[in-house]
């Protein structure tokens, strides 16, 4: 499973747009990224998925470079509600399966101020 | 998600005893998965499975055990609780790429 690597904290203001990158040099051909979100003791919620490219949802936006070894989770005009613990993963989704198998790490402590 | 319950939400128990933590679902989803977060650090996978008749160790199945019970209901057991189990377990579904976690179960062994 590919290891990935992310800042351990990030501080932003309301309003501000909050850009987190995740390096993941070593991700298989078969992996997808994905972002999660976890506030205090609470289960991580799903945030973004993607391969490649850009995708956009209504919460975030998340950009992958063509060689696919970093991606940026990019959430806009944050608000104090976005303090919480950011997650890059990426995992193989098993073919026919779907299945993904998740690895997290210590992920990135947003703190978002008034 | 109130799609995913656990219970008990929280447990303090003594060395040496056996504990179950359960899980329940109404997504109707095939996968379910017990992870356990210690303070500052990530989840850490216990147990997966992919339906009734399929089990499968994660990184960390030592002292763990599960039991798939129906479709909705996955448990996870401690035999005999030891101090460093001590931490905050999660259960999650999953139908396809996109897993739902429940609200957690904090377990304290003495």
């Known amino acids: 499973l590919a290891k990935t690597t992310q800042p351990i904290s990030m501080d932003s203001y309301e309003g501000q747009e909050v850009n987190i990158t995740c390096s993941h040099n070593?991700?298989?051909?078969?992996?997808?990224i994905t972002w999660y979100q976890q506030f205090p003791s609470q289960g991580p919620r799903f945030i973004i998925q993607?391969?490649?490219t850009k995708v956009t949802n209504e919460v975030a936006s998340l950009f992958i470079p063509a060689d696919r070894k970093s991606s940026t989770l990019s959430l806009p005009r944050v608000s104090l509600s976005d303090t919480a613990v950011y997650y890059c993963?990426?995992?193989?989704?098993?073919?026919?399966?779907?299945?993904?198998?998740?690895?997290f790490g210590t992920g990135t402590r947003l703190l978002v101020s008034p | 998600d109130a799609d995913v319950t656990q219970t008990p939400r929280n447990r303090i128990t003594k060395t040496g005893k056996r504990i179950m933590l359960e899980c329940s679902q109404t997504?109707?989803?095939?996968?379910m998965y017990w992870y356990r977060q210690d303070p500052g650090l990530g989840l850490r996978l216990i147990y997966y499975?992919?339906?009734?008749?399929?089990?499968n160790k994660g990184e960390i199945s030592d002292g763990y055990s599960v039991s798939r019970q129906a479709q909705a209901k996955f448990s996870l057991s401690l035999e005999s609780a030891i101090p460093n189990q001590t931490a905050l377990y999660f259960c999650?579904?999953?139908?396809?790429?996109?897993?739902?976690f429940g609200p957690g179960t904090r377990l304290t062994v003495l």
């Open positions: 999650a579904t999953s139908r396809a790429d996109t897993q739902y």
């Open positions: 993963l990426v995992g193989d989704i098993e073919g026919g399966t779907g299945f993904q198998k998740l690895v």
């Open positions: 070593n991700i298989a051909t078969n992996d997808y």
């Open positions: 997504k109707g989803h095939d996968r």
């Open positions: 499975s992919f339906d009734v008749k399929d089990i």
């Open positions: 993607g391969y490649k």
